[in-house]
């Protein structure tokens, strides 16, 4: 079946203790991206990636690291994750000019 | 400065009837637009793409216009049902691949 992966769909941590959050895709897909939802700021993209080794900022990027190793694979990392990081995140691939392809969320708490 | 708007938080008409949601935006000069259709606490889902070039798209009880004079799209759910209700979300791509999303229009659809 193709899909969007999500690891973890729910995770509550502490200020400070570095995360990630995987995200993979099955359908060889050369665009991947992050995104944020708020309530009350909609879905706000935070990286983006275009294929391997190729990644850009996205509107929201200041606290966030990502990595494009694999095609396949595009995770999200926290290094120092602070209270205003809790939020609703999920992960997208596409092929490049076309319909994206939504992972299932994933909630993070930071306490 | 750069926006994207949605003509109402919430909309709600009868069974039966046609929705019809607005996505405005300025200082953009997107190649396409497309239409999510969101769930609560579920990844967005891909509905529709228009490109610029086209005026109009349909796929089965929707049709979507854009104008890039008016720089607006409408959204039209003919023939609407309850199982219709969930937020839509109208997003453009500006340039480079970085996404930007509306924020939305929560549509309820009333037996």
């Known amino acids: 079946e193709a899909q969007v992966t999500q690891n973890p769909r729910y995770l509550i941590t502490v200020t400070g203790k570095k995360l990630t959050v995987t995200c993979s895709q099955n359908?060889?897909?050369?665009?991947m991206s992050w995104y944020r939802q708020d309530p009350g700021l909609g879905l706000r993209q935070i990286y983006y990636s275009m294929n391997v080794e190729v990644t850009d900022k996205g509107d929201v990027p200041e606290g966030y690291k990502v990595s494009r190793k694999e095609k396949r694979n595009f995770p999200l990392i926290l290094e120092s994750p602070s209270p205003n990081q809790t939020s609703l995140y999920f992960c997208a691939s596409s092929p490049l000019n076309n319909e994206q392809f939504f992972g299932p969320g994933t909630r993070l708490t930071v306490l | 400065s750069q926006k994207i708007e949605q003509n109402s938080e919430a909309l709600n008409i009868q069974e039966g009837k046609t929705a019809t949601l607005t996505c405005n935006y300025t200082?953009?000069?997107?190649?396409?637009l497309q239409w999510y259709r969101q769930d609560p606490g579920r990844g967005p889902v891909f509905l529709l793409l228009?490109?610029?070039?086209?005026k109009e798209k349909r796929k089965e009880r929707l049709k979507v216009t854009f104008d890039t004079t008016l720089k607006q799209s409408l959204f039209h759910i003919t023939a609407s049902q309850p199982a219709d209700s969930a937020t839509y979300l109208c997003?453009?791509?500006?340039?480079?691949?970085?996404?930007?999303f509306g924020p939305g229009t929560r549509l309820s659809v009333l037996p």
């Open positions: 997003a453009l791509e500006p340039y480079g691949q970085n996404f930007v």
């Open positions: 359908m060889n897909h050369e665009y």
């Open positions: 200082n953009y000069s997107p190649a396409y």
């Open positions: 228009i490109r610029e070039n086209e």
